[in-house]
Nanobody
Framework: VQLQASGGGLVQAGGSLRLSCVASGRTFSRLGMGWFRQAPGKEREFVAGINWSGSSAFYADSVKGRFTISRDNAKNTVYLQMNKLKPEDTAVYYC?????????????????WGQGTQVTVSS
């Protein structure tokens, strides 16, 4: 499986963006998926995760109520809808897949990574 993230850009504070991550291969529907972000000089951090069926999603406290993760297994795609963006959301965003049955939050729990997409929120 290979992952390709897109949808980043420059947006003003309070605005919205939707990130997409398209997976190649036929095993996508069996994978838990996550979004992470990494700001300059900081460690990569968990943003949101969703299980293989889409029935369970969870979020970092910093984005709860503003971001929504979803997936379309027919399109091999996971999304991250980001609303009410803040300057502190500025980072490179990565999608990742986990082979584990439980949904981890540390980056070490994810096995496959896409390239990042830059999100910049201006104040």
């Amino acid at each position: 499986v290979q992952l390709q993230a897109s949808g980043g850009g420059l947006v003003q504070a309070g605005g919205s963006l939707r990130l997409s991550c398209v997976a190649s291969g036929r095993t996508f529907s069996r994978l838990g998926m996550g979004w992470f972000r990494q700001a300059p000089g900081k460690e990569r951090e968990f943003v949101a995760g969703i299980n293989w069926s889409g029935s369970s999603a969870f979020y970092a406290d910093s984005v709860k109520g503003r971001f929504t993760i979803s997936r379309d297994n027919a399109k091999n795609t996971v999304y991250l809808q980001m609303n009410k963006l803040k300057p502190e959301d500025t980072a490179v965003y990565y999608c990742a897949a986990t082979l584990r049955a439980t949904m981890p939050t540390p980056p070490s729990g994810y096995d496959i990574w896409g390239q990042g997409t830059q999100v910049t929120v201006s104040s």
